[in-house]
């Protein structure tokens, strides 16, 4: 059974800077895997995705130029390093990783099997 484990979030002012782990476990380093986040009210939106090798990533455009996701399948871990946070970066970021191994990076939240259970980024301005 695969598991993913999100930490990292917390509380920084805009301008600042936290990175996001997710720690997986229960199967291969694999798969494509991405963030999402969701604010209050909203939907689930895309934010960022990596291939199971590391050589392939696609950014909202929201985040691109601010954000970097990056990966060690040594430890079988996805980061995501967040810079010059907005408040409106404010969301639970979710970890995700697609079904099918060696399948490759897509921005479709229906494309995703697995989901951590959410770290909290709060950005106060």
């Known amino acids: 059974q695969v598991q993913l484990v999100e930490s990292g979030g917390g509380l920084v002012q805009a301008g600042g800077s936290l990175r996001l782990s997710c720690a997986a476990s229960?199967?291969?380093?694999?798969?494509?895997r991405a963030w999402f986040r969701q604010a209050p009210g909203e939907e689930r939106e895309f934010v960022a995705t990596?291939?199971?090798?590391?050589?392939?990533?696609a950014y909202a455009d929201s985040v691109k130029g601010r954000f970097t996701i990056s990966r060690d399948n040594a430890k079988n871990m996805v980061y995501l390093q967040m810079n010059s946070l907005k408040a409106e970066d404010t969301a639970v970021y979710y970890c995700?990783?697609?079904?099918?191994?060696?399948?490759?990076?897509?921005?479709?939240?229906?494309?995703?099997?697995?989901w951590g259970q959410g770290t909290q980024v709060t950005v106060s301005s």
């Open positions: 995700a990783q697609r079904a099918l191994a060696w399948s490759g990076t897509t921005a479709t939240r229906g494309d995703y099997a697995y």
């Open positions: 229960g199967g291969t380093s694999r798969y494509a």
């Open positions: 990596i291939s199971w090798s590391g050589g392939s990533t």
